[in-house]
């Protein structure tokens, strides 16, 4: 399958040049002109589910990527599950955050990191590549987890420092090796910007082979694509075409992905995206006016994005009717409503984290009856430990993967918001 540039109709690359070189020209999105239908969901619902990924993933990636190789992926990927657990009778969270990191990001950063791992194994021109990425949380861990160790390949990370929690921080700025990341004084839309310019320098790109991990590299968005099928897989078959999906969104990946698995004919009813006072999407869905704000800080930090960097996608799905924009709602949701959310997910036996607990509040907002909400829970609550722990005066255990990296030196150095300082670090 071949996929195009959506600022410019004349780049139509296959999916590993998309991979390898993250971002098109004009800074335009990667992305499939038209998703590919898959025949008979019951039965692929029914599937194991390294069977049904194979399924999904094979339509994407095939020209690249061999079957066997493909399985090879899918192995060392989805080593983890995401299961739908029950929170009421109309309610369940898809937990996505059973992976090394503990949050959904675990999924796509894999799956890029082998494909990006397969190609300079069977595609070697001997060039080196740098990951460069900005991070407002759990993808700087993800990536660095991901890639940690990987032959050939340098990894940057850039976050915005002391807006993300110390245990985000600690679980990616403590790797040695390959992995150098840099604490950005600013916000994550900085850090972003920062990001696209390297990527604007031609001479930069080859020099470094320059390479984004960010939710923008479509082969993160096509591994998260799956587990959308395993939620309805694990739902009963009456309920199935009655599912509505709360997604809690930043970047709008996760939504994304959704959309896409719903054009490949997976019966979700409709989508609601979430997001916490970042409300740029809740607000354009609404009055059709695209005016982002600055940047404000939430409880639910990783998704503190005003100007989501999927949203092209979307927009182009809608615009190339693959996808129904009456079928999505958004909620914004403030930090009071988050705090008593959370503690009302705990009144019913469920402990959560601000980000989920924001998708939920989507569903408790427009849930009607007969139908079936599935909120995605995207991060493990011991990730944002304090606020939980203070919103719901409980104390939390430390998961093993965190308690590890606790003691572990912080290796993060420090930079302004300055191209060429984020230049030099990469030419270092
Ligand atoms: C990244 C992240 C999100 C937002 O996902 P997008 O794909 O950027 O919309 C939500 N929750 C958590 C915990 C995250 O890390």
Not at 14 to 39: E, H, R, S, Y
Not at 59 to 76: C, R, T
Not at 147 to 158: A, Q, R, T
Not at 244 to 260: K, T
Request: aromatic share 8%.
């Amino acid at each position: 399958m071949k996929l195009h540039n959506l600022k410019d109709s004349n780049q139509i690359v296959d999916f590993a040049t998309a991979v390898k070189t993250g971002l098109g020209n004009n800074q335009g999105l990667f992305f499939p002109a038209k998703v590919p239908q898959l025949k008979n969901i019951d039965e692929l619902l029914a599937m194991p589910t390294s069977a049904r990924n194979f399924a999904i993933l094979r339509q994407f990636v095939s020209e690249n990527i061999g079957d066997d190789a493909l399985k090879a992926i899918i192995a060392k990927v989805f080593t983890f599950p995401s299961p739908l657990k029950s929170v009421n009778q109309q309610v369940s969270c898809l937990e996505l955050f059973h992976g090394p990191t503990l949050a959904f990001k675990d999924f796509g950063a894999r799956f890029m990191a082998n494909c990006l791992q397969h190609f300079a194994r069977t595609q070697s021109d001997g060039e080196k590549i740098t990951i460069l990425t900005a991070t407002s949380g759990d993808t700087g861990a993800a990536v660095a987890h991901a890639f940690h160790g990987l032959d050939n390949i340098e990894v940057v990370i850039l976050f915005p420092k002391g807006k993300i929690s110390d245990l985000q921080q600690k679980m990616f700025t403590t790797l040695a090796g390959n992995i150098r990341t840099v604490a950005v004084e600013g916000d994550f839309d900085d850090c972003q910007k920062l990001v696209k310019q390297c990527f604007d320098d031609n001479e930069l790109v080859r020099q470094v082979g320059l390479n984004s991990a960010n939710s923008i590299n479509v082969s993160r968005l096509f591994a998260q694509i799956c587990y959308y099928f395993d939620a309805l897989a694990q739902l009963p078959l009456t309920q199935r075409d009655q599912t509505v999906i709360a997604v809690p969104s930043g970047n709008f990946g996760n939504l994304c992905a959704g959309i896409i698995a719903q054009a490949m004919g997976l019966p979700i009813k409709r989508f609601i995206a979430s997001t916490n006072l970042n409300d740029t999407v809740p607000r354009y869905l609404k009055d059709g006016v695209w005016a982002p704000n600055a940047t404000v800080e939430t409880l639910s930090n990783a998704m503190d994005v005003s100007k989501p960097n999927n949203w092209p996608r979307i927009e182009y799905m809608i615009q190339s009717a693959q996808f129904d924009r009456d079928s999505l709602s958004g909620l914004a949701v403030d930090e009071q409503q988050t705090a008593t959310t959370l503690k009302d997910l705990h009144q019913q036996g469920y402990i959560s984290e601000p980000h989920a607990a924001v998708a939920y509040q989507g569903l408790q907002d427009s849930l009607d009856d007969g139908e079936t909400g599935i909120f995605l829970g995207t991060a493990h609550p011991a990730k944002f430990k304090s606020s939980v722990e203070e919103i719901l005066g409980i104390k939390l255990p430390l998961p093993e993967a965190i308690a590890d990296c606790t003691h572990k030196p912080d290796l993060s150095i420090e930079m302004e918001v300055q191209f060429e300082s984020i230049k030099k670090i990469l030419l270092n």
